[in-house]
Structure formats: C-alpha cells, structure tokens
C-alpha cells in the first residue's frame, strides 16, 4: 500500500517539489539578474542612439539656424548700413557710427554662422554639391557688402541706397534662392533624425515594457513556484503543527518532495505517525485500565450488594428454618391427622359406589318398563285405528240403511269421534314415554359414568392415603434434616460478614483506581486519532 501511495503521489507532485531549494532560488535570482541586465542594456543602448540621434537633431537645428542667420544678419547689416547712411545726412555721427558697429557685428555673426554650417563633419555628396553652389553665392553676397559698408563710413547715403537697389538685393535673391534649399534639405535631415531618433527611443521603450513585463511574468512565474514549493508547503505544515498542537492526529498523509520543504514535511509526517501510535498505544491502554477497573469496581460494588444480601437473607433464612422446623413439625401431624381422614373418604366413597350401582340397575328396570309401556301405547294405538275404521263402515252401511239406521249411525259417528281421541291421546302418551326413554336412557349413561368416576375416586382415595403416610414419614425426615440445615446456615452467616468487610475494602481499592484511570483517560482524549485501526506510515518522496 505504501508502494502503490508513493507511486500515486510522485505523479501528483511536480518536479518542482523535487528540485532542492537553494539551486532553485539561485537559477531564480540568476535568470531575474541576467534577463535585468539584458533589457537594462539593451534599453541603454537605445537609448544612447536616441540621445545621439537628439544631439545630431539638435546640432542640425544649430546649422540651419545658423544657416539662416546667415542671411538674416546680412540683411540686418544692410539696414544698419542704410541708418548709418541716413544718420550721415542729419550729421548724427554717433548713431551713424552706431549702425555701422552694428552692420560690421550682423557681418561677422554672419560669416561665423556661414562657417560653422561648412564645417560640419557629416555630408553627402548632395550636401557637397549645394554646399559648392551655397559658397559661391554667400561670398558674391558679402563681397557684394563691402562697398556698401563703404559707403556707409563715409555717410554717401545716396550710393548706398543705389547699391541697395542695384546690387544688394540682386545678391540677396540669388544667395536665398540656394539657400532656401539648403534650408530644406537640412529641415528634412532634421526631420528624419528626429524620426529616427523616436522609433529608437519607441523602440527601447518597448524593450524595457517587454523587459518589465518579462520580469512581471517571471516575477508570478516566481510566486506561483514559491507558492507551490515553499509558501503552500510550509502553510499545510503550520497547519498540521496547529492542529498537532490542538491534539488532532487525523490528519492523512499528503505527497511530499525531496526540497527542504519536501523533507520538513515528511519528517513532520513521521512525527504525527509516531506519535499518533504512542497516543494510540496509550489510548489503547487507558481505556482497557478504564474498562478493567470499571468492571472491577462494578463486580465489587455487585458483589458487596449481593454479599449484604446474601448476609440478610441468611439471617433470614436462618429464621425462616427456625419456622420451617415448627412448620415441618405441624405438617407431619396434619399428615397423620389427613391419613386418617383419607382411610374414612376412602371408606365412605366405596360405599358411595355400591349405592351409585344399586341406581344405575334400577335405572336400567326404568328403561326396560318404559320399553314396555311404549310397546303398549302403540298397541293402543293400532286398536283404535282399527275402531276408526269400523266406526266409518258402520257409518256407511247406517246411511245405506236409510231411515232405521240414523240411530246407528249417531252411535257410529260417536265411536269414531272417541276411536280419535283415543288415537290422539296414545300419540301423546306415546311422545312423553318417548321422551321419558330419551331421558331415562340418558339418566342411565350419567349414572354409569357416575360410577366409574366414584370407582376412580375410590381408587384416588386410596393413592391419597398412601401418599399421606409417604409424607408423614417424609415430613419427621425433614425436621430432622431441618436442623443440621440451621446449624450450616448460623456457620454461613458468619463467614458471609467476613467476606462484606473484605469486599468493601476491594471496592474502595478499584474506586481510587478507576479515578486514576479516569484521569489518564481525559488526559488522552485531548488527542483525536483516526478511527482506521493502522495508521499508513508516511512515505518520502
């Protein structure tokens, strides 16, 4: 059975419940520390790139503006020069002087802008291109600036709005024209590297949300092993110490690993086992001291009651004796006073049978007149049928007689009238003889039947009276036997109050150890155990 629960229980536990928990716990950390390494470098990779990709974003934004500042402080510097023109005519020499310090800056600011937009470090052949064409019209353009600035220290107003309009716009217009594709193609560079430097850092930010996600699965993945491997296991383990503690051992046997928890729970299993067969054994052993000494002081407090008992009914029976020889005595005279009285029934009862056969003869002679008479009335009978009969031809012959017969025929009619009567009171006398018979004979089956019971009494009589001196012998017998009886009971009753005094002594002896016994009892109570009588030792995994 424990093959077969091992077998069982190996399919039902995971090899996680097999793996140790230190080289678990270190591939955990060592997957969770490498798989943060991973995303943190690869997330700082592109992250970099994206910094790298803003940096030349921005350095491309700087050469555009500059760029385009380029001819912005050009035409700032034309404006200065045209005040400085202006300020010339109305002798404010110090405003002039002002705008000309301030053209000669815009020039400046200019060629500086201009220089740091050719000396930038990446290019393509289209920007060497543009570039080549984008010189040649800025140096015309600032070349073209110089006689105006010129003309502007030495206050000529009139030939710096004529060089204005002849030559500086003319410069302007051919300069912006390349220069607004220069803008362009650098406004698209820009674009594409703020492009590219988006999906880079979209791209590590989807790389540290996969990261972190990975590391939240693998973070429940963790959980969920722990709480396989460690956290369940050591709660079943709480448990069953709590319910250990409170005294329940019914707790079956459950699948344990080969970790540390595995061989925790299984030690904690043996434990239960070992001490569910100690509080079994003890259990066991209190509860038959318990039944022992119950039954003991059971028996002892019966046998006390039946030994108290037996004292007074000794005491009694001791009396009863005493009047049982005074009685034993009477009877034996009853018994020959009865033997007496028997001899005369039994006298008296034969003659009672000589009489009861003296009726049934004459009951018989009764019978046989009463035969006769019937045989007389039928007699009787038939002759007055007879008379009948000639009392109705007289009747006819007087009618055939006429007149002279009439006399007859009254006397005819007479004779029959009585032969009727006559009939009719021989029927009756006929049916009292009948029943008189039936009565008679019945009289006489009762008289026979009284004789022979008087015969059996006679017979019984005499069986009484020879019982009657069986038991008058019987009963000077008993009397004497009667007293030796005594004497053995007087010895009884002594030994009896002996046996009460030790019986009360056991009694009190199995009292004080049914209340020890009692106590071991409650004491092991407090542990439930299984009610399968073998307990299956728990198997390690």
């Not at 009254?410 to 049916?431: C, D, H």
């Amino acid at each position: 059975m424990g093959n077969t629960f091992s077998m069982q229980a190996s399919h039902k536990l995971g090899f996680l419940h097999h793996i140790r928990l230190v080289p678990l716990f270190s591939s955990i950390l060592g997957g969770i520390l490498l798989l943060f390494a991973l995303s943190a470098g690869l997330a700082g990779y592109f992250l970099l790139q994206a910094d790298r990709d803003q940096r030349d974003v921005t350095d491309e934004i700087q050469v555009r503006m500059g760029l385009s500042n380029s001819a912005n402080h050009l035409r700032t510097a034309r404006i200065n020069m045209i005040h400085a023109g202006a300020a010339s005519r109305i002798a404010e020499m110090d405003e002039m002087k002002a705008n000309i310090a301030a053209a000669e800056t815009r020039i400046k600011q200019s060629q500086d802008g201009f220089n740091a937009y050719m000396s930038r470090a990446v290019k393509t052949p289209a920007d060497e291109a543009l570039d080549n064409a984008l010189n040649a019209r800025y140096t015309a353009y600032i070349n073209g600036l110089q006689p105006m600035l010129k003309f502007a220290k030495n206050g000529m107003f009139e030939a710096i709005i004529n060089h204005e309009n002849e030559q500086a716009k003319q410069l302007d217009a051919a300069y912006n024209h390349v220069l607004l594709k220069a803008i362009e193609l650098r406004t698209e560079r820009a674009r594409l590297l703020g492009e590219q430097a988006y999906q880079r850092t979209r791209l590590g930010m989807i790389f540290m949300i996969g990261a972190f996600t990975l590391a939240l699965v693998l973070t429940l993945m963790t959980f969920m092993v722990l709480r396989r491997t460690v956290i369940r296991p050591l709660q079943q383990a709480a448990s069953r110490i709590e319910r250990i503690a409170e005294g329940d051992l019914t707790m079956t046997d459950e699948p344990t690993g080969r970790s540390e928890i595995g061989r925790l729970s299984h030690h904690l299993q043996q434990m239960q086992y070992a001490l569910q067969q100690t509080v079994g054994t003890v259990r066991q052993g209190t509860e038959e001291i318990y039944r022992g000494t119950s039954e003991i002081t059971a028996g002892n407090t019966d046998l006390s009651s039946r030994t108290e008992q037996q004292a007074a009914a000794i005491e009694q029976t001791a009396a009863s004796m005493e009047q049982l020889t005074a009685t034993v005595k009477q009877n034996a005279d009853n018994a020959h006073h009865a033997s007496k009285l028997a001899e005369d029934a039994s006298g008296k009862a034969s003659r009672g049978g000589q009489m009861v056969s003296g009726v049934v003869q004459t009951m018989g002679n009764i019978s046989t007149s009463s035969k006769k008479i019937s045989e007389i009335t039928a007699v009787i009978n038939s002759i007055a049928f007879q008379t009948n009969i000639l009392a109705l031809n007289a009747a006819v012959e007087a009618a055939r007689a006429g007149e002279q017969g009439r006399g007859f025929a009254v006397v005819a009619s007479e004779v029959r009238t009585l032969a009727s009567r006559s009939a009719q009171a021989a029927k009756e006398i006929e049916g009292l003889i009948g029943a008189s018979v039936s009565l008679i004979e019945q009289g006489s089956e009762e008289v026979i039947a009284a004789g022979s019971t008087m015969e059996e009494i006679v017979d019984a009589v005499k069986r009484v009276t020879d019982i009657m001196l069986d038991i008058a012998a019987a009963s000077d017998e008993q009397s004497r036997g009667i007293v030796q009886v005594s004497q053995a009971i007087s010895e009884m009753d002594r030994v009896t109050q002996q046996n009460a005094s030790l019986v009360e002594e056991a009694s009190a002896a199995a009292a004080s150890l049914e209340e020890q016994a009692a106590r071991l009892t409650q004491a092991v109570d407090a542990f439930r155990l299984q009610d399968t009588g073998a307990t299956m030792r728990p198997s390690f995994l």
